[in-house]
């Protein structure tokens, strides 16, 4: 039954200049500015790697799964600070799989006591279909509107974004799939094409100190839109830090949607995260979605050579 529903579904989407939706949501959109906007990356000095997993929509049949791997560096050219990156995208929902690789750029630029980055993304978008798993009545294993054997269809895909980064607070503005890409499924001809449809990001977020040293309130805003649907989440975390320890906890709401809470923590550059998106539709919160985020960074130096050699003091 869920297969033929399935592939109602498909046939509706598949036809010609159909559009779709084709980012994900994650709860933990704070830790994964590298992966959402190109002008981010490069933005602390350090190596940054970070990847998520969310099950989504959890009790339900063939219920969208997704992942996201994201990675990033500075670097000086012509004594100039830039920023490279890459990130890495796959999602399964039913038959259906959609994947992104893309690798980015940024040029950072100091400005008001901050940095602002000003960043481009070039990737490879493909979606494919399971054809083989689609059981369909006799009536409609003819019908050319459902693809037969291998049904994959790949474009090239163009984002671009600006982001600065401020001591006391961040904005980033972003935008995805601006190329509009086009992918046919199945064999040319078929009536399968699909149109994605380009994606907006705005972030913003701040630090504020309390009167102990060691915590502080970050409240941030984290909107994702095509201008045919949206979410907005407005999170805010507390931090207790000391040392090279940080451990966090926070809750997030987007209206019309979900309540997410979250908790985590960095030891030694290794950041550990989980979220739970409980829906307040008729979904209910308990089919919602576990998010797990686990990230690294790292300082780099490649200026100074020999930093750590030292003398032996026999020999001073």
């Known amino acids: 039954m869920t297969k033929k ?19 994900a949501h ?13 002008g981010y990356a490069g933005h602390n ?3 940054n790697i970070v990847g998520t997993y969310s099950m989504q929509l959890v009790g339900f049949e063939n219920a969208p799964k997704s992942m996201c791997f994201g990675a990033d560096m500075p ?15 796959n999602e399964s929902i039913g038959l259906f799989k959609n ?32 054809s083989e798993d689609l059981e369909l009545g006799e009536d ?26 401020h001591p006391l607070f961040h904005v980033g503005v972003s935008g995805k799939h601006l190329t509009s890409p086009k992918m046919t499924l199945g064999e040319s001809g078929s009536n399968s094409e699909i149109k994605v449809s380009p994606a907006f990001y705005f972030s913003t977020g701040c630090n504020i100190k309390t009167k102990s040293p060691l915590i502080t309130i970050k409240p941030s805003v984290f909107l994702q839109t095509d201008f045919v649907a949206y979410r907005c989440d407005l999170s805010a975390r507390m931090e207790y830090t000391y040392r090279e320890k940080m451990f966090y906890g926070g809750i997030s709401y987007s209206p019309m949607t979900s309540v997410t809470l979250m908790v985590g923590g960095t030891i030694k550059g290794i950041t550990i995260g989980y979220a739970y998106d409980m829906y307040t539709t ?14 690294y960074s790292t300082k780099l130096n490649f200026s100074k050579k020999g930093k750590n050699k030292h003398k032996s003091i026999r020999i001073l």
């Open 99 to 130: 994947q992104l690789f893309a690798a980015q750029y940024a040029y950072k630029q100091k400005l008001f006591g901050g940095t602002l980055g000003i960043g481009l993304q070039i990737g490879i978008i493909t979606m494919s279909f399971r």
């Open 140 to 165: 409609s294993q003819n019908d050319p509107a459902f693809p037969t054997g291998e049904a994959e269809g790949t474009g090239f895909d163009l984002g671009a974004g600006l982001f600065y980064d």
């Open 26 to 38: 994650f709860s933990n959109y704070w830790m994964l500015n590298g992966i959402n906007n190109p």
């Open 282 to 295: 008729k979904i209910g919160p308990g089919s919602g979605s576990h998010d797990i985020v686990l990230g």
């Open 5 to 23: 529903i399935l592939a109602i579904i498909f046939l509706l989407c598949c036809m010609t200049a159909a559009k779709a939706q084709f980012d």
């Open 75 to 89: 670097f000086k050219l012509f004594n100039k600070d830039h920023g490279v990156g890459a990130s890495f995208f």
């Open 45 to 47: 000095g350090k190596l």
